[in-house]
């Protein structure tokens, strides 16, 4: 999910929860993704894939502060989320040292945080990696024991209030684990090799 769509949202929880009374509001709302793979005795052991969101609502009635949080970004679950941040407000006692909401502000701009390459790899993209680290591993016959993973993770986020606040970001990881025993002549030795990036490029199962 683009972190545009993200901030449109929560611009969208921010009017609900406007027009149902709050004085001030906010809204946040993160979105992920990861795929990988686990390699165990030399063997493709496990895949996985999953995406996780949520988009939380923090309203102010005067000094009453409430919150509410739902893992559907669908409208109707956005709109029910200020309402029933709205309702928590009235219902808490006022807080003394409530500061308000921020206002806007111009975060410092950091390059490389994302790699669509990343973002787009897919559960097989992850398996084909694994798959040349195990033959990497098995080109020495020595090597009787290997273990390890591969994954690639892409998420977005956004935050907006009543005071004008609205930022968004999105970033990505990729990662490679490899963990080999030896054996020779009655001993054993052991290696371990570990790699992560922003950039999936950068991740090497060799």
């Known amino acids: 999910m683009k972190p545009e769509e993200l901030l449109s949202m929560c611009e969208k ?13 906010e809204a946040i709302a993160t979105w992920s993704r990861a795929v990988g793979v686990e390699v165990e005795k030399l063997q493709l052991k496990s895949a996985r894939a999953h995406v996780e969101a949520g988009l939380g609502v923090r309203v102010a009635l005067g000094r009453k502060v409430g919150f509410s949080f739902t893992s559907h970004l669908t409208p109707d679950s956005i709109r029910k989320a200020a309402e029933r941040a709205v309702e928590v407000a009235k219902a808490k006692p006022e807080d003394p040292l409530w500061p308000g909401l921020p206002g806007p502000a111009e975060p410092a701009s950091v390059q490389g945080l994302y790699d669509p390459k990343a973002a787009e790899a897919t559960l097989e993209d992850a398996a084909e990696l694994a798959r040349q680290m195990i033959e990497a591993m098995k080109v020495d016959a020595r090597v009787k024991a290997g273990s390890g993973g591969v994954g690639f993770a892409a998420h977005a986020s956004a935050i907006a209030n009543s005071k004008g606040l609205a930022l968004s970001a999105q970033g990505t990881s990729a990662h490679a684990s490899a963990y080999a025993v030896a054996e020779e002549a009655g001993e054993s030795s052991a290696g371990f090799e570990y790699e992560a990036s922003r950039q999936a490029s950068d991740i090497s199962p060799l």
Not at 13 to 25: F, I, P, Q, R, Y
């Open 13 to 25: 929880a921010v009017e609900e929860a406007l027009k149902l009374g709050a004085g001030e509001a």
